[in-house]
């Protein structure tokens, strides 16, 4: 099983973010319809940058190789 990592985001983050990943669901379709959506991609992978310590001896592609097997439904 993964840790935990938690993240803070502003509301406004949070219910644009909510709204991107609301319409990636809907139509399969990753789209950027506002620039708002791209300013809070940014902050949230700047957040990622500050909070995720890769803790593993192999290389970083076989790392995220690793972990999206086990993120993957079953």
Known sequence: MSKEVKITLTEDEAWVLFELTRRF???SKLSIEDQAEE???WNLCCI???SLHQESEVGYNE???QCRERLRDE
Request: net charge neutral; hydrophobic share 50%.
């Open 39 to 41: 300013r809070a991609l």
């Open 25 to 27: 669901s809907d139509s």
């Open 63 to 65: 790392f995220i190789a």
């Open 48 to 50: 990622f940058e500050k």
